[in-house]
């Protein structure tokens, strides 16, 4: 017997009904019977054809215009800005058309005109002489924010840090700023224009009379200015710890007290050490010692010099050879220097190790590095002196 579920038409002797066509049964059917001609639009419809493929077309075409005037724009406003400040400077008669053609001359944005037609867009700009620190090619926004800004509000933070000289603090200056000269500064800081009540008669460089520090710069200072706002602080911080009675704390002037701070600053590499090499400088000079201070060597020397050719130099700055101080600092002290300078260690006390069969008074008069971290060992003696050489030198830390 055969399975009716296996021979369908045993199963259903019913009439076969009748099946047509459908062109989505087939994919490839339906495709080709779908397409966009015009034997597939109704005839009744016929005379919309090709205006409505003229319109289409047109739509498309003003959009793809659209779009690309559209990403010509974006691409003017906000392009791909290099991320690199440069100074741009804005003149006394400025106007926005002529900004406009010079930052685009000059390479901050890329189309005068529309910048010119979106500063409009945004409420226009006053412009303000001075000088601006601008992105090229930043969005137009943003050069257009920086413009607003006035350059007496824009301000640089700079760190001169301690122990720097006139000729590092120009260089800095110049590095952070973009817009200042080292060399105008320098000049400055040298020729006595800027004053200082602790500079002496005769002197006309403020080295050592300018406080290291950080410092808001404004866009519109100039170099003088900048040095007599380093110059000011000076004597604010040194009057706020004592120097203005110099004399009666440690019998000096007021600029000897910053002579002997430099010093102190280029030779101390750890805090401790600081009144205790103010008193080895204090003792030296009353027992018309040489001071010799290597530091004092280096300062206007090449920066490659060697030292045993300096030791044999004859400059004023030798202290191995000239007795006294340097007649200038060699760098700008910071507080703790100053502070330093004016209240120098007290000698060591009888019972102190060092002074163990040495005569009275028992004295700090050498120094040597003695430790990674830039400590020094103090001695009362040649001698004791010597032997502290000697284990630093076994350390490493000594040639």
């Keep these: 017997m055969i ?56 739509t498309a075409s003003v959009t793809l215009f659209m779009g690309a005037i559209g990403l010509w724009y974006v691409h003017r406003v906000n392009p791909s800005g290099t991320g690199v400040v440069s100074a741009f400077t804005v003149v006394e008669g400025d106007t926005l058309e002529s900004v406009s053609d010079r930052l685009e001359g000059e390479g901050f944005i890329s189309s005068s005109g529309v910048f010119k ?19 090229p090619k930043d969005h137009m926004g943003n050069i257009m924010l920086q413009l607003k800004t006035p350059p007496s509000a824009s301000y640089q933070n700079v760190t001169f840090p301690e122990g720097y000289t006139i000729a590092q603090m120009g260089q800095r200056l110049a590095e952070k700023t973009l817009r200042l000269s080292a ?38 200072q100039s170099e003088a200015q900048v040095v007599q706002q380093l110059a000011r602080q000076m004597v604010r911080v040194a009057s706020q710890e004592g120097i203005d009675d110099a004399q009666a704390k440690v019998g000096v002037s007021a600029y000897k007290v910053l002579i002997i701070a430099s010093m102190i600053e280029r030779e101390a590499k750890v805090d401790a050490d600081r009144a205790k090499i103010a008193r080895v400088i204090y003792n030296r000079l009353e027992l018309k010692m040489p001071l010799q201070i290597d530091a004092t ?17 004859d400059t004023p700055y030798n202290t ?18 100053i502070i330093a ?10 019972t102190d190790a060092i002074c163990v069969d040495v005569p009275k008074p028992c004295r700090y008069i050498y120094y040597v ?11 009362a003696t040649l001698q004791q002196h010597e032997a502290n050489v000697e284990i630093s030198r076994q350390a490493g830390l000594l040639p």
Excluded at 15 to 33: E, G, I
Excluded at 369 to 379: N, V, W
């Design 3 to 58: 399975d009716p579920l296996l021979n369908p038409r045993k199963r259903d002797e019913s009439p076969a009904v009748d099946w047509y066509d459908d062109p989505w049964d087939n994919p490839r059917s339906a495709a080709r019977s779908t397409s966009f001609d015009d034997d597939a639009v109704p005839k009744e419809f016929g005379w919309l054809s090709r205006p409505l493929k003229i319109a289409a077309l047109a």
């Design 117 to 135: 037609w979106y500063v409009g867009q945004k409420g226009g700009i006053e412009l303000i002489p001075g000088y601006y620190e601008l992105v």
């Design 183 to 220: 060399e105008q500064f320098i000049t400055i800081a040298g020729d006595g224009s800027v004053e200082s009540p602790y500079r002496p008669a005769g002197q006309t460089s403020l080295e050592g009379l300018l406080f290291p520090d950080t410092y808001q710069i404004s866009n519109d």
């Design 297 to 313: 060597l280096y300062y206007n020397a090449p920066v490659d010099a060697d030292f045993a050719t300096l030791k044999a130099s």
């Design 320 to 337: 191995y050879i000239n007795r006294g101080l340097p007649p200038t600092p060699i760098a700008n002290p910071g507080r703790a220097s």
């Design 341 to 350: 300078a004016l209240n120098p260690a007290p000698n060591p006390a009888g």
């Design 369 to 379: 590095l003695s430790s990674a971290d830039g400590s020094h060992t103090f001695a």
